[in-house]
Structures are given as structure tokens and as C-alpha cells.
């Protein structure tokens, strides 16, 4: 399933769900966010998210800086 082929807000059952799913994940896994699966998708950020963990994908942390203590000089 390609970014905006369904109607948003329509529920996805069926073979479509798990087209749409395989392909997620292997954007997901590609390095996509789930932000940007959902904006490609026109689906809200916490269905996507649980399509992915429905399909099994570990799932990466937040992103940003990471604190780590820096050594004395």
C-alpha cells in the first residue's frame, strides 16, 4: 500500500491491514518515524504505532540528545 491510497479515517480490516502494515514496517525499518508514516499515510501517529507493534517491530527510542557525563579534561 502506497502513502495516501486509503480515506482517512476509514477502518483498514482485512488484506489492506496487513499490506499497509508490511509496509510500514519495512519504511519503518528503513529509518522512517512513525511522525512521518503517519503524515505519508494521512493516519494519526498512534495508529501507525500500533500497527508496527502489532507486526512485531521493535520499536526505537526517542530521539534528540543523549546526556552523557563528560570526561574531565
Not at 479515517?9 to 508514516?37: C, F, N, P, Q
Not at 503517519?38 to 530521539?63: C, K, P
Amino acid at each position: 500500500m502506497t502513502a495516501r491510497t486509503t480515506i482517512k479515517g476509514k477502518r483498514i480490516t482485512g488484506e489492506a491491514r496487513v499490506k499497509m502494515a508490511a509496509d510500514l514496517k519495512k519504511k519503518y525499518e528503513k529509518g522512517a518515524s512513525i511522525r512521518a508514516l503517519a503524515e505519508a499515510t494521512d493516519r494519526s501517529y498512534g495508529f501507525v504505532h500500533r500497527i508496527l507493534s502489532e507486526s512485531g517491530v521493535v520499536l526505537r527510542g526517542r530521539g534528540g540528545a543523549t546526556r552523557t557525563k563528560t570526561k574531565p579534561s
